[in-house]
């Protein structure tokens, strides 16, 4: 995937001065052997930390290798101060972890205490104000606090990604689309850069590229992607103009940022204007790496953003659509798959999603938008069912009392016929009922959810938390029995 960073890890293991060092050092060891027999590299810091002087030339060390991500290492009980200084003063993402003690026999000479020191370590970060990653049990054996790091690699890799972020917009939101109503106030908090452009100014850059002489290699390659569903083969031309208008937008304008996101105009002027619909250019982009989301939802493009660098794979952007009517759930779903008919729902747009997440495709039209303008304006929508799978529904969002709030849900696509147009699946999430009145339109949420191909909840939910205070409230679908705070007890 383009447009993401590469992480490199560093460890660096602590001392408290009255426990052996030893034992900290033999403890990283194991750690780095572990991780680099499983998961790969990981630079191992030599300086072992008790003090402040250690501290200044431990990350001068990591500095020195390039690393942009630290794991400070309890092998023992560890010095409290110098611990969190190198968490203070590491330019990157941190996270905290101790080891375990390891044999019965060894618990005089070989006693490390990290379990109690991760305690004091923690007590420490708040009292600094600092965040750091630490895992739902920091405390574990060598290759348990290798998958541990491996964990806060994806973590690593999204706080990163998110700190040198541009979101270009383009146009404002259609009028009575309030649902992606987006302040800006946020994107700054969680250190993103945004520049909002007007649709007039894409449509002179998109007039500009006429006759590019790298349309043809462009149209070739939809072509190619496409295959027997190249329905509208006479659009390509000016799909691949604006694919590359948005390209040489992105490298014209990131400026200093390394990462960018797009969120683009689709309707009502687009399609008159510009002759076409965007939304199969925004899924061959989401297949880079950039995703872009539909009708200028800001919020949703980060979303997305996070699920391309949590998955490292193509996301996608649906509305929470419609119902699936009884009577196809009790012909396809009820008694075939476990769940309920309000735990099923429709997931849809016109046509974004990568054809690569499809079980099939066609290049066509947009069926709405042609209802009221001539359809040769409407071509360049990417239709088929989604192809069945596992799936996470999130999103983080603005909401309309501006505080940063996020859900995530685990689900899946069935191998059912949508019998529909577009983009478009037959969703399945446990307690999605519940979930959809409680969350979803108890907490303001827009119809847009971003959607990851696989389960990635832990990861999400763990990145929503290190994000820190920005975020007040992460909500998931509760299970049976566990009841949100606005359900009625006695339904």
Request: glycine share 8%; charged share 25%; aromatic share 10%.
């Amino acid at each position: 995937m383009e447009n993401m960073p590469i992480v490199k890890l560093g460890i660096i293991a602590v001392s408290r001065d009255c426990f052996p060092m030893s034992l900290s050092i033999s403890r990283r060891q194991a750690v780095v052997a572990e991780y680099t027999k499983t998961y790969g590299e990981i630079y191992e810091c030599q300086t072992t930390v008790e003090n402040e002087v250690d501290m200044r030339k431990a990350l001068a060390e990591v500095n020195e290798a390039g690393c942009n991500a630290l794991v400070v290492f309890l092998g023992n009980f560890g010095p409290e101060s110098s611990e969190i200084l190198l968490v203070k003063e590491f330019c990157g993402p941190s996270m905290v972890v101790a080891a375990a003690e390891e044999a019965g026999d060894r618990l005089c000479d070989d006693r490390g205490d990290a379990y109690c020191g991760m305690l004091n370590a923690s007590y420490n970060l708040k009292l600094r104000n600092l965040k750091a990653y630490i895992p739902e049990y920091p405390v574990g054996t060598a290759s348990e606090v290798a998958d541990m790091i491996n964990d806060f690699k994806t973590i690593a890799r999204t706080s990163i990604a998110l700190n040198d972020l541009k979101l270009i917009s383009f146009g404002p939101r259609p009028q009575d689309f309030l649902a992606c109503n987006a302040p800006i106030k946020q994107l700054y908090n969680l250190g993103i850069e945004i520049q909002e452009n007007s649709e007039l100014d894409l449509f002179e850059a998109f007039n500009k590229h006429a006759g590019d002489a790298r349309i043809p290699e462009v149209v070739a390659d939809m072509a190619k992607e496409l295959g027997d569903g190249n329905k509208k083969p006479e659009v390509l031309e000016k799909l691949a103009q604006y694919e590359l208008t948005l390209l040489d937008w992105i490298e014209a304008n990131k400026g200093s940022r390394s990462h960018v996101v797009i969120a683009g105009k689709c309707w009502p002027a687009f399609q008159t204007q510009f002759g076409f619909v965007p939304c199969y250019v925004n899924s061959r982009l989401a297949a880079r790496g950039i995703p872009v989301s539909c009708e200028v939802d800001i919020y949703g493009a980060l979303s997305e953003f996070i699920g391309t660098c949590v998955s490292e794979d193509i996301v996608t952007l649906l509305d929470i659509n419609n119902s699936v009517p009884k009577d196809m759930y009790e012909e396809s779903i009820k008694g075939k798959f476990d769940y309920t008919h309000n735990d099923t729902f429709m997931g849809f747009h016109c046509g974004n999603t990568c054809s690569k997440k499809l079980a099939f495709c066609d290049m066509k039209y947009q069926l709405i938008m042609a209802r009221n303008l001539p359809e040769e304006v409407t071509q360049g929508t990417l239709e088929g069912d989604i192809a069945p799978g596992d799936i996470t529904f999130f999103r983080l969002q603005s909401t309309a009392d501006t505080k940063l709030r996020a859900y995530v849900a685990h689900g899946e696509v069935l191998p059912v016929a949508t019998r529909s147009f577009g983009g478009i699946g037959v969703f399945a999430i446990k307690e999605m009922g519940r979930f959809y009145r409680h969350v979803l339109i108890e907490k303001n949420y827009p119809h847009h959810g971003a959607v990851t191909f696989g389960h990635h909840g832990k990861a999400l939910f763990e990145v929503f938390k290190y994000l820190g205070v920005a975020i007040e409230d992460i909500n998931f679908n509760q299970p049976a029995g566990m009841m949100y705070p606005t359900e009625n007890p006695f339904k």
